[in-house]
């Protein structure tokens, strides 16, 4: 697997697992949310976080496969602080709650790990009438992290230490529509393709970890917002398309990575002292790296702030 994967600035590579870019690191008395958790890299996140030391709350749709993955990572690790509380990122209800719920938990939060997607789904409109993958993967994200920030600056400010928001994103936000996000035709279904949908789902991501930076860095709040892309990896992401399903199954164990190697990269911006202070950055193979031109778009960034605002009002 990645027999030529070359070493980064950060001592890492895209061979690097989730267990080794976090080695050495004690996150003991930290609380993390991943989203997703109950599957793929969502699940290898939340067992390397425990095995750090780091109480994990796994925000997810199915409780019944998060308890299997639970039960999983206390068996492994006896000590493991996981939890499981239920979140459908489509629905800003379901949202809604979920942040109620842990605000009043009584629980702190210094990382928030928004990891959980859909990819390349047919057209279908979410609970709140918005395009499902834009819904799911940006604006359940943009929502959740409004809501818990309050709870993010107050840890920070009495914890002296310095909270974390990562957003998944892809590598696939290139090839987004031309536009990049497009604001007025978000909806419309006669101009609808899935791919190139995925990829606006994921530039908002980066353009959201960006411009939340920049106003966390006006506000002097000691919280950083960074995005990254994890690699091609064997998830079940593929579902929605027989074909491209087939291809990976048959190919993936020679051109992807596997997911402890996919979830290297967010536990790495997660966990790691090297990006202490590092904000409004995109990562890949646990190193610095690029987002496209529009990914770097500091008016889009904005543009897509208000209409988010305006979305979930």
């Given at each position: ?222 919280i950083t917002a960074n995005s990254l892309h994890p690699g091609a990896i064997l998830t079940n992401l593929f579902r929605y398309n027989n074909i491209i399903n087939g291809i ?40 610095l790296s690029k987002a496209s031109s529009q990914g770097k778009d500091v008016e889009l960034a904005k543009k897509l702030w208000d209409f988010s605002m305006n979305l979930t009002?």
């Amino acid at each position: 697997m990645w027999p030529f994967s070359r070493q980064g600035p950060s001592g890492f590579s895209s061979s690097s697992t989730a267990e080794e870019v976090t080695r050495g690191i004690d996150g003991t008395g930290l609380t993390a949310i991943v989203t997703g958790a109950s599957s793929g890299i969502g699940t290898e996140t939340t067992r390397v976080l425990a095995l750090r030391g780091v109480h994990v709350i796994m925000a997810v749709r199915n409780l019944l496969a998060a308890k299997e993955v639970k039960e999983a990572i206390v068996k492994e690790l006896p000590t493991a602080k996981v939890d499981a509380m239920e979140l459908d990122l489509s629905s800003m209800v379901s949202v809604r709650k979920f942040a109620s719920e842990f605000n009043s938990s009584g629980l702190p939060l210094n990382i928030l790990i928004n990891n959980a997607g859909i990819m390349a789904t047919p057209f279908t409109l979410s609970k709140d009438n918005i395009e499902l993958q834009f819904a799911t993967n940006h604006i359940g994200h943009f929502l959740l992290t409004n809501l818990l920030l309050d709870k993010m600056k107050k840890t920070a400010r009495e914890s002296k230490k310095e909270g974390r928001i990562v957003n998944v994103s892809s590598g696939a936000h290139r090839i987004t529509y031309r536009e990049g996000i497009r604001f007025d035709k978000i909806n419309d279904e006669s101009s609808y393709s899935s791919w190139p949908a995925y990829g606006q789902s994921k530039l908002a991501n980066i353009l959201h970890a960006n411009e939340l930076a920049r106003r966390l860095k006006e506000d002097g709040v000691d919280i950083t917002a960074n995005s990254l892309h994890p690699g091609a990896i064997l998830t079940n992401l593929f579902r929605y398309n027989n074909i491209i399903n087939g291809i990976v199954n048959t190919l993936g164990k020679y051109v992807l990575k596997n997911v402890p190697q996919g979830a290297a990269t967010t536990c790495y911006v997660a966990l790691h002292p090297q990006v202490k202070e590092v904000s409004g950055e995109f990562f890949s193979d646990s190193n610095l790296s690029k987002a496209s031109s529009q990914g770097k778009d500091v008016e889009l960034a904005k543009k897509l702030w208000d209409f988010s605002m305006n979305l979930t009002r």
